[in-house]
């Protein structure tokens, strides 16, 4: 009997060798920024929140048996910057005034827009009416919603006053579907509400996690670059009114547009935090009704409305956002103090509403400067 030799069995492994097996490695990920750490932490060193940490599986990619090259399958190929032809007009205008300009001009073929604002605040109207206008003037376009059905979308289309002729609605999560139904169907303008729904089957991480909703977006990135397809991504945003998932979401899409308002009252501004097409000075200033988003052309007067200037205190001030001039008000108000002096207040004003800060000023100081 001659010991230390192994027995030939294929269930087994030889003898001073390894079974090594490639399998998902777990890591954890912030939900707020996307940084990575191999164990859990209380506390993101990169953004400071706390608990953010959720464990995520990344799946490895399996080594090619063969030494050969990975071969691209893109039919892009190199060419003089002096041959490249675009003009204005290859833009998609708008018949909104407010989110032309904000835009640049208007929808520029295979652009990936992200939309960010809080819930409620209108971002799914307000892309519903742009989607209803692309499909009556250019052609049809494919709205897709990972969060209500399709009944739900017909029923907001009803109240807009969308009949939704060339508007196709299609209510999908898996990315999948959605990249085949948007290269089937090619549509002139597709809306992906919300990228935080949407996933992809070789992910392992839940749908809105880091790793979804990169891997997501870049799939969209390319998608829209390739075919010329415009899509629009409404974001979610997080507590602190960044948008939620990870940085790199707003490095991948080439504008960045926040929908702005108070919930209880009924104008909204449209901002642009980058935009590769244009400026990102101009705003937007829309009425939430009934019927939908209405431009508001001259903000001024909507802000000014129904306020008395004759009483003691009240400004008028002239502030520039971008090339729009606008006639914000302020006021400050004086009231008798136990101290020395007396009490001014005046309102920190960036828009239609204030809000109020105290001093105390000196009984010396003129009652004027206090205005």
């Given at each position: 009997m001659v010991m230390g030799e192994c027995e030939d069995d294929q269930s087994e492994p030889r003898c001073g060798k390894a079974s090594v097996k490639s399998g998902p490695r777990t890591i954890f990920a912030c939900q707020e920024c996307g940084n990575q750490s191999s164990k859990w932490v209380g506390r993101c060193p990169e953004c400071g929140n706390w608990n953010t940490y959720v464990e995520e599986q990344v799946r490895a990619e399996p080594a090619s048996r063969s030494s050969a090259r990975r071969v691209s399958i893109s039919t892009a190929q190199p060419m003089p910057l002096a041959q490249v032809r675009f003009t204005q007009a290859n833009r998609l205008r708008l018949a909104m005034r407010e989110l032309n300009q904000v835009l640049g001009g208007g929808i520029v073929p295979g652009s990936l827009v992200l939309v960010g604002g809080d819930p409620g605040i209108g971002k799914s109207t307000l892309l519903l009416q742009l989607a209803s206008e692309v499909a009556g003037s250019y052609g049809p376009v494919l709205y897709v919603s990972g969060e209500e059905s399709v009944q739900q979308l017909k029923l907001r289309a009803q109240r807009l006053g969308i009949d939704g002729d060339r508007l196709m609605v299609l209510a999908e999560n898996d990315l999948d579907g959605i990249i085949e139904h948007l290269e089937k169907a090619r549509p002139m303008m597709a809306v992906i509400d919300s990228i935080q729904t949407v996933f992809m089957g070789g992910v392992t991480s839940a749908p809105g996690s880091v790793s979804q909703v990169r891997e997501c977006a870049g799939r969209l990135m390319l998608l829209a670059k390739s075919s010329h397809i415009p899509i629009f991504l409404v974001g979610h945003v997080n507590k602190e009114g960044a948008i939620a998932g990870p940085r790199v979401l707003e490095h991948i899409v080439d504008t960045v547009l926040y929908l702005e308002g108070e919930r209880h009252h009924s104008f909204r501004i449209l901002r642009s935090q980058k935009n590769r097409f244009g400026s990102t000075d101009e705003i937007g200033v829309f009425e939430m009704r009934d019927s939908g988003m209405h431009e508001v052309s001259d903000p001024s007067r909507?802000?000014?409305?129904?306020?008395?200037?004759?009483?003691?205190?009240?400004?008028?001030?002239?502030?520039?956002?971008?090339?729009?001039?606008l006639l914000v008000e302020l006021q400050s108000l004086t009231t008798a103090s136990t101290s020395t002096g007396s009490t001014c207040w005046w309102p920190c004003s960036s828009g239609e509403h204030t809000s109020i800060s105290a001093v105390t000023t000196s009984s010396s100081m003129p009652r004027a400067a206090c205005a």
């Amino acid at each position: 009997m001659v010991m230390g030799e192994c027995e030939d069995d294929q269930s087994e492994p030889r003898c001073g060798k390894a079974s090594v097996k490639s399998g998902p490695r777990t890591i954890f990920a912030c939900q707020e920024c996307g940084n990575q750490s191999s164990k859990w932490v209380g506390r993101c060193p990169e953004c400071g929140n706390w608990n953010t940490y959720v464990e995520e599986q990344v799946r490895a990619e399996p080594a090619s048996r063969s030494s050969a090259r990975r071969v691209s399958i893109s039919t892009a190929q190199p060419m003089p910057l002096a041959q490249v032809r675009f003009t204005q007009a290859n833009r998609l205008r708008l018949a909104m005034r407010e989110l032309n300009q904000v835009l640049g001009g208007g929808i520029v073929p295979g652009s990936l827009v992200l939309v960010g604002g809080d819930p409620g605040i209108g971002k799914s109207t307000l892309l519903l009416q742009l989607a209803s206008e692309v499909a009556g003037s250019y052609g049809p376009v494919l709205y897709v919603s990972g969060e209500e059905s399709v009944q739900q979308l017909k029923l907001r289309a009803q109240r807009l006053g969308i009949d939704g002729d060339r508007l196709m609605v299609l209510a999908e999560n898996d990315l999948d579907g959605i990249i085949e139904h948007l290269e089937k169907a090619r549509p002139m303008m597709a809306v992906i509400d919300s990228i935080q729904t949407v996933f992809m089957g070789g992910v392992t991480s839940a749908p809105g996690s880091v790793s979804q909703v990169r891997e997501c977006a870049g799939r969209l990135m390319l998608l829209a670059k390739s075919s010329h397809i415009p899509i629009f991504l409404v974001g979610h945003v997080n507590k602190e009114g960044a948008i939620a998932g990870p940085r790199v979401l707003e490095h991948i899409v080439d504008t960045v547009l926040y929908l702005e308002g108070e919930r209880h009252h009924s104008f909204r501004i449209l901002r642009s935090q980058k935009n590769r097409f244009g400026s990102t000075d101009e705003i937007g200033v829309f009425e939430m009704r009934d019927s939908g988003m209405h431009e508001v052309s001259d903000p001024s007067r909507a802000f000014l409305q129904d306020r008395s200037l004759s009483e003691v205190g009240n400004v008028v001030h002239v502030a520039l956002e971008g090339s729009r001039p606008l006639l914000v008000e302020l006021q400050s108000l004086t009231t008798a103090s136990t101290s020395t002096g007396s009490t001014c207040w005046w309102p920190c004003s960036s828009g239609e509403h204030t809000s109020i800060s105290a001093v105390t000023t000196s009984s010396s100081m003129p009652r004027a400067a206090c205005a």
